[in-house]
């Protein structure tokens, strides 16, 4: 649809105005309150998300946001040199303690998708509810989340819920080298499990990064490592961050 590829186009060119903009921005407000306005952009060879790979290519994640008293909307995108895989995100989350309630929009813009069509039956949008918890007294983090509309369905047609729960621990050896690792598992018959099979462990993670400083700026340098149980599946990804 020509309407369908000239709002994906406007989409990911206001990408580029908002990640131009947004430092300039942030230094005009140097000597004033804190920028609410962030974005950032990150190089990977290879997109992992929840014991998955996606893409044949490196592909770029540019990020623009805005966050303040506890709530943050941002929108994310992922987009392989090669073409071979295309995400847009738009998401709203609230903090308070140590919670994190977020929302978020899922949207893949396949061949013949339509960004403006929000159907349940027929929608290439998903919408995701997740739940963090982040204790103050350990280095830990546990994520809940579940689908509740749109392109999650299972063999009937229903509303699968596919839901997802994670736990992971965090070591920062100095403000320089941080190491991770994960445990996540789909919680019922979902997209994780290919709407097959209920509870099951579907990624194992282990993530090392290493922040450089050039000219005052943090570059955070990462490599992960994900075995998906279920697919039985390996991959690796190698990522460099810039963000202001």
């Not at 206001?14 to 990150?42: H, M, N, R, T, W």
């Not at 789909?186 to 209920?198: A, C, F, Q, R, V």
């Not at 050039?214 to 599946?233: C, F, G, M």
């Amino acid at each position: 649809m020509q309407y369908q590829r000239v709002a994906f186009g406007f989409l990911r060119k206001l990408f580029v105005i908002l990640l131009v903009c947004i430092p300039a921005f942030a230094f005009a407000q140097e000597d004033e309150k804190e920028c609410p306005f962030y974005g950032s952009v990150e190089i990977a060879s290879k997109y992992i998300w929840r014991g998955t790979g996606n893409g044949d290519s490196p592909l770029v994640h540019p990020t623009v946001g805005f966050a303040k008293g506890g709530w943050d909307v941002y929108v994310w995108g992922a987009f392989a040199f090669d073409d071979s895989y295309k995400e847009l995100n738009i998401g709203v989350s609230y903090s308070f303690s140590n919670f994190t309630i977020e929302l978020v929009d899922y949207f893949y813009p396949e061949k013949g998708s339509d960004f403006f069509n929000f159907s349940n039956r027929s929608t290439t949008h998903s919408a995701e509810v997740i739940l963090y918890y982040e204790p103050e007294a350990v280095p830990i983090h546990v994520i809940v989340g579940s689908t509740i509309y749109g392109d999650d369905k299972n063999e009937k047609g229903n509303n699968a819920f596919s839901s997802y729960g994670e736990v992971g621990y965090t070591h920062e050896f100095n403000e320089k080298n941080i190491a991770e690792a994960a445990v996540g598992f789909s919680l019922n018959k979902g997209y994780y499990t290919d709407y097959e099979k209920g509870f099951s462990p579907v990624n194992l993670t282990a993530a090392y990064t290493r922040i450089f400083t050039l000219w005052n700026y943090d570059l955070p340098v990462s490599a992960r490592y994900a075995y998906n149980p279920y697919l039985e599946k390996s991959y690796f990804a190698l990522s460099l961050s810039f963000g202001f």
